[in-house]
C-alpha cells in the first residue's frame, strides 16, 4: 500500500501570513493532485501535476512537483479567510489503473 | 451541470440494517469510485470501476458491495451495517486521455451515514 504523508496536520495563521503544506511519499506517483474541502462539501480538484520539477501557480497558490515525483508543496502568499479548508494530496498511478491514494490532509485557519 | 450526484445526502441505520448508496454521473466518465472520510481524516478507497460491467476492491472493502451495469450509475451496498460503517461517503469520477489515466477526481457532496 502506497502512503503520502501530509504535514502539518493542522495550521492555524492570521490573514496576510504565508505558508507552506507538504505532501511526502517514499513511491512515485504519474502525477499527483491537490483538493480543497469545505465543510460539508466534497473535495475540489485545485490542480495536477506531472513531470518532475514542475511548477504551476493558481494566483496565490503555488504547487511544486518534486523532481523525483515522490513528494509535493502547495504555498500560499498572503493566505485570506477564504482559504480556510482542508487541503488534501492525492496520487495517482497509471500501473495501477484506477488507484489514487490521499494523504490525511492539512486543516487550514486563516484568521482575519 | 450535475457533475456527480450522490442520494441520499443523509441517513441514519441500525446495526444489521442494509442500504444502498446511489452513485451517478453524467459525464461519461470510465473511472468511479467510492470513498470513506472519518473525521479530520482523509479518503480511504472502498472500491472502484473502470468501466462498466468491471469492479475491484479498494484499501477497505469489507462490509460492502458495489455493482457498474451501466456508465453513469455505481451503487455501494452496505450489508448488515455496523458502527464502524459511520462515515461520510464520496462517490467520484475520473476520466482518461488516450489510455492514459488523468489522476483527477471529480466528486459529490458526499453521503453522510450514522450506523445506530
Known amino acids: 500500500t502506497q502512503l503520502l504523508e501530509q504535514s502539518p496536520q493542522f495550521l492555524s495563521i492570521q490573514e496576510g501570513e504565508n505558508l507552506t503544506v507538504y505532501c511526502n511519499s517514499s513511491s512515485v506517483f504519474s502525477s499527483l493532485q491537490w483538493y480543497r474541502q469545505e465543510p460539508g462539501e466534497g473535495p475540489v480538484l485545485l490542480v495536477t501535476?506531472?513531470?518532475?520539477?514542475e511548477v504551476k501557480k493558481l494566483k496565490r497558490l503555488t504547487f511544486q512537483f518534486g523532481d523525483a515525483r515522490k513528494d509535493s508543496s502547495l504555498h500560499i502568499t498572503a493566505a485570506q479567510p477564504g482559504d480556510t479548508g482542508l487541503y488534501l494530496c492525492a496520487g495517482a498511478e497509471d500501473t495501477n489503473a484506477g488507484k489514487s491514494t490521499f494523504g490525511d490532509g492539512t486543516t487550514l485557519t486563516v484568521k482575519p | 451541470n450535475a457533475g456527480v450526484t450522490q442520494t441520499p445526502k443523509f441517513h441514519i441505520l441500525k446495526i444489521g440494517q442494509s442500504m444502498t448508496l446511489q452513485c451517478t454521473q453524467d459525464?461519461?466518465?470510465?473511472?468511479m469510485y467510492w470513498y470513506r472520510q472519518d473525521p479530520g481524516m482523509g479518503l480511504k478507497l472502498i472500491y472502484y470501476s473502470v468501466g462498466a460491467g468491471i469492479t475491484d476492491k479498494g484499501e477497505v472493502p469489507n462490509g460492502y458491495n458495489v455493482s457498474r451495469s451501466t456508465t453513469e450509475d455505481f451503487p455501494l451496498r452496505l450489508e448488515l451495517a455496523a458502527p464502524s460503517q459511520t462515515s461520510v461517503y464520496f462517490c467520484a469520477s475520473s476520466y482518461s486521455r488516450g489510455s492514459t489515466r488523468t489522476g483527477e477526481l471529480f466528486f459529490g457532496e458526499g453521503s453522510r451515514l450514522t450506523v445506530l
Open positions: 501535476v506531472v513531470t518532475g520539477g
Open positions: 459525464m461519461n466518465h470510465n473511472y
